[in-house]
């Protein structure tokens, strides 16, 4: 072995499964050093280089979590995980809690162990700085504590629940903890939960075999097996119905998925990332979630704050913004006069960075080409009201009033036409799940599609 082989620490008070730990090491050509105990394992770390550090949870003369604590103080660069007893789910996420990045549970599986350590070395060789980095604008207090929080959340491998408002930028995180950690050559695969009709979501999730049922005319992996060695993004995970957070449950426990119709399991090693703009607490506490899948997905929280609370980088979105939508329609970037940047830092956006975008790429096909000013942005008056008016509204809706050179027919259209753009948004543009949204029926949505000029002839989903 060379000086730049890896150098791993194995904590355990049991004789047999250290020197299986050891041995295991030896044949991955990785140098490893052993401790039976804390005060062992303590003094290792403070006279000696490691990279990674793989602790059981009892040591004798103290604990594994002990031994984390101690690791996050005076080895914070150094990835840790730990080895629990079989089942015992809530000793692993409060080590993840702690900073462990992942765990693995005992009888040890040795090409699980094997898979765990590579993970825990890619985490000591990870990169500090990603190009999704340069995409995350913003350099308010709120954002500064996110981006910091992001790349500590990128070493671990604990399931993370992004919490933020529809249009806040989850993905876009989720996608940065993907490409700041270990797995950031493997696949990122994101599904939106609420677009996804309940009777399919178990092939969709979990794949399934030719002629399995009517319709499975090929064989399918399902998106667990296609995210496998990488991350799954679980958009809106609060529409996923009851009977389908069971088996999702199952497989995040069991890192095992069976396609329908097929008779045996597959190991998939993936992380799960999730998110949705309700209060998962709240769905919960009134049944619509379940509780032992909350607190396997909960982790660790991030939370993205809403563009309302960080009006500050509106400027430094705007140049972002229009500099792309220039660049890919081959445009000289327009500047954007004093008067629409003014109504912009003092519209509340409702629909958060997203409506900003939205709001950008209409003003750039109004304007001239040249300068962008405000009547050109469209922008309602009238910021939204605190509480939601009593009727069907969602959650983002607002209470607007008509402009007094508009036609109420005209005014209504507007209306309309932004409401329907928010679900298809919303639903990744799935028109059957939009229409679900809106509570309409699909060929009622086509209609007004049509009407509004909003069909899209590249659209596949119906």
């Known amino acids: 072995m060379t000086a730049e082989t890896p150098h791993v620490l194995v904590v355990d008070d049991e004789a047999d499964l250290r020197e299986l730990l050891v041995i ?36 004798g003369d103290g604990t594994g979590m002990e031994l984390l604590q101690f690791i996050s103080r005076h080895c914070p660069d150094m990835p840790a995980a730990v080895i ?63 981006k910091a929080q992001v790349r500590k959340l990128a070493r671990s491998q604990a399931p993370i629940y992004i919490s933020g408002e529809s249009g806040s930028g989850k993905e876009r995180i989720a996608r940065l903890i993907h490409s700041l950690g270990p797995r950031r050559e493997r696949p990122f695969v994101a599904v939106n939960c609420g677009a996804i009709p309940s009777e399919l979501m178990e092939s969709e999730f979990f794949g399934h075999r030719k002629g399995a049922f009517t319709g499975a005319v090929e064989d399918r992996k399902g998106l ?72 396997r997905l909960n982790v660790i929280e991030a939370h993205v704050p809403p563009l309302r609370e960080r009006q500050e980088d509106i400027p430094s979105l705007v140049d972002h913004i229009l500099t792309r939508l220039s660049r890919a329609w081959d445009i000289t970037v327009p500047t954007v006069s004093t008067a629409a940047m ?52 969602n959650e983002t809706s607002q209470q607007v009033e008509r402009p007094p050179q508009l036609p109420l027919e005209e005014f209504l259209q507007e209306i309309e036409k932004t409401e329907i753009l928010k679900a298809l948004d919303a639903t990744h543009w799935n028109r059957t799940a939009a229409a679900k949204k809106l509570g309409m029926t699909f060929r009622s949505l086509r209609y007004r599609l049509k009407k509004l000029e909003l069909d899209r002839d590249d659209e596949g989903n119906e």
């Open 24 to 59: 295991t090491l030896g044949r991955m050509k990785l140098k490893a050093t052993a401790a039976e105990n804390l005060a062992s394992a303590k003094e290792k770390l403070s006279s000696g280089n490691f990279d990674l550090c793989l602790t059981d949870m009892n040591l």
């Open 84 to 146: 629990t007893a079989y089942g015992n789910m809530e000793t692993a996420t409060e080590a993840m809690k702690f900073g462990a990045y992942d765990f693995i549970s005992k009888p040890v599986a040795l090409d699980r162990l094997r898979q765990l350590i590579e993970d825990g070395l890619g985490i000591s060789g990870t990169e500090e700085h990603s190009d999704e980095e340069d995409n995350l604008i913003g350099d308010a207090p709120a954002m500064k504590a996110l």
């Open 342 to 393: 003014k109504s912009l830092c003092h519209y509340a956006f409702p629909g958060n960075v997203r409506e900003l975008e939205n709001t950008l790429e209409r003003a750039l096909t109004l304007c001239d080409g040249v300068v962008i000013d405000k009547e050109h942005l469209r922008l309602q008056e009238t910021s939204p009201v605190a509480a939601p008016p009593s009727g069907p509204w």
């Open 224 to 295: 667990f097996r296609e995210a496998d060695g990488g991350t799954l993004f679980l958009d809106e995970v609060a529409d996923l119905p009851l009977h389908m957070q069971v088996k999702l449950l199952r497989a995040i426990q069991e890192k095992s998925v069976r396609p329908v119709g097929e008779a045996k399991e597959f190991q998939v090693n993936l992380r799960i990332l999730c998110a949705t703009h309700k209060d998962l607490s709240r769905e919960m506490s009134e049944g619509r979630f379940r509780q032992d899948l909350f607190y």
